[in-house]
């Protein structure tokens, strides 16, 4: 079935399903995974991708799934799309490696200008690239050390920043992130976030005040090199902070020396509605980390930052053999293409108000939704008890399991394992989301 069936938006856009799911093919592959791939590499819902794009993944069964997670915020142009397939054909058959730090190519500099020039602020910048998301907030940290010449890190609870060694240390979740990996590296803290629904009372300038005085206190301006925070948290809940935490907490970052980073992994490339999420209140960071939506699935990551910062670290400091590879720099310029031709921004809007209206009147008559929150393709939806702010890991298990026997692809997250999100792609039509937000609705219903 693989070899047959083509991807690319051009798949029917529909819910199809022919087996059980996952069906006998997938079942049968799952076996075999069992058998040859290490079982901490785990996987969501065991069917196994023969083709996708718009916002369908199509099995090896036939079944063809609504796509409500993007391969984690992956692929907000769809997958395969036209135009990042012809880009990377063209690429493939002029080079596919050189090394950038052998013999470098111009793709790795358009795509560094795109980034200068689209990421917030209008100062001087510079990017260097790498291919994972967890390798470039590790060279973002490197380069904040090298240019301050401090040591301490700080970052947030319910932070999620990779599973690398230092990525780890900085990611807040004990399971399934750091349980038994330790130890990890030093000279990393954790301050308060800001967390709306489990936090009020304390608006966005006392939850940051809240953060330095916990930074002040344990370890202070002249130790720390920077602060890095996911401007809305992705692994840990889909956690937007309130209003003026984020400037609030900038601002004291510029006035103490402390390189300010925004991790925007997941929330890069207008998947917030904004380009980027620092964007939806003016913060311009010192640094931002992109990658996830940043090449149409190809690994591409980056940081991006002031020029005097970026340019610290001496000559042959940074780098990596595959960092910027020539195919992944080609998707990307694709898909940079595609966010401003298609006005993806917007779209990413529309489709936000299209979930929120239907989460938040389904939360009228359902009281386990205790927060609809969220910007623009990003929203998440926090599980509890009626009445109550106590998570239900539980039942969010079973309603994303139920989603998925029904064919809908969707991913929980949060702290305490109680958070549906949807990463629709961007592709998706709005007929399809509806009918995946049609089908969850009647889940929620039905399970009780
Ligand atoms: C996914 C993610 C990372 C890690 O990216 P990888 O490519 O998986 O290493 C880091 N930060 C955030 C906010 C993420 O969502």
């Keep these: 079935m693989s070899d047959l069936i083509e991807g690319g938006p051009k798949l029917p856009q529909e819910r199809r399903l022919i087996t ?18 290490a079982q901490g590499v785990g996987t969501v819902l065991p069917i196994y991708a023969a083709a996708a794009g718009g916002g369908v993944v199509v099995d090896v069964d036939g079944n063809s799934l609504i796509d409500f997670g993007s391969g984690i915020a992956v692929t907000t142009v769809g997958n395969s ?23 470098p190519y111009e793709g790795y500099l358009q795509v560094a200008e795109a980034l200068n020039r689209i990421t917030p602020g209008s100062h001087d910048k510079r990017t260097a ?58 000279e990393v803290y954790r301050a308060p976030v800001s967390y709306p629904f489990r936090d009020s009372g304390v608006d ?36 937007v902070p309130a209003p003026g935490f984020l400037p609030a907490l900038a601002a004291w970052c510029q006035a103490n020396g402390v390189v300010f980073i925004a991790d925007e992994v997941q929330t890069g490339f207008a998947r917030t509605g904004d380009l980027f999420a620092c964007d939806h209140e003016g913060v311009v960071p010192d640094l931002i980390v992109t990658a996830k939506g940043i090449a149409g699935g190809l690994p591409l990551s980056a940081v991006t930052g002031r020029a005097e910062i970026m340019d610290a670290p001496h000559v042959g400091g940074l780098g990596g053999t595959y960092g910027g590879n020539p195919l992944a720099c080609a998707a990307a310029l694709a898909v940079l293409d595609l966010i401003e031709t298609d006005d993806l921004s917007g779209r990413a809007r529309e489709l936000g108000r299209l979930l929120t209206d239907r989460f938040e009147a389904l939360q009228a008559s359902d009281a386990r939704i205790g927060d609809v929150r969220g910007r623009g393709a990003m929203i998440a939806v926090e599980l509890v008890e009626p009445g109550t702010h106590t998570p239900d890991a539980d039942l969010t298990r079973r309603i994303a399991a139920a989603a998925h026997a029904r064919g809908l692809i969707v991913l929980t997250c949060g702290t305490y394992g109680n958070v549906l999100r949807f990463l629709p792609p961007l592709a998706i039509s709005d007929e399809l989301l509806t009918e995946g937000l049609d089908l969850l609705d009647s889940v929620f219903k039905e399970l009780t």
């Design 20 to 37: 059980e799911i996952p069906g006998p093919r997938s079942r049968e592959l799952q076996t075999r995974k069992t058998a040859a791939v």
């Design 81 to 103: 799309a036209p135009a990042v397939v012809a880009a990377v054909s063209n690429q493939l058959n002029a080079f596919t490696h050189t090394c950038f730090m052998v013999t």
């Design 129 to 186: 690239l790498f291919n994972s998301g967890a390798e470039a907030v590790e060279n973002a940290v490197k380069i904040a050390r090298s240019y301050t010449r401090k040591q301490a890190v700080v970052a947030f609870d319910h932070a999620y920043h990779g599973r690398t060694n230092l990525t780890m240390a900085m990611t807040a979740k004990n399971q399934p992130y750091k349980n038994g990996f330790g130890p990890f590296a030093s």
């Design 204 to 239: 966005g300038p006392a939850a940051a005040q809240r953060a330095i005085e916990v930074i002040e206190k344990q370890v202070g301006a002249e130790n720390l090199a920077a602060v890095v925070i996911e401007p809305i948290q992705g692994e840990g809940g889909f956690v």
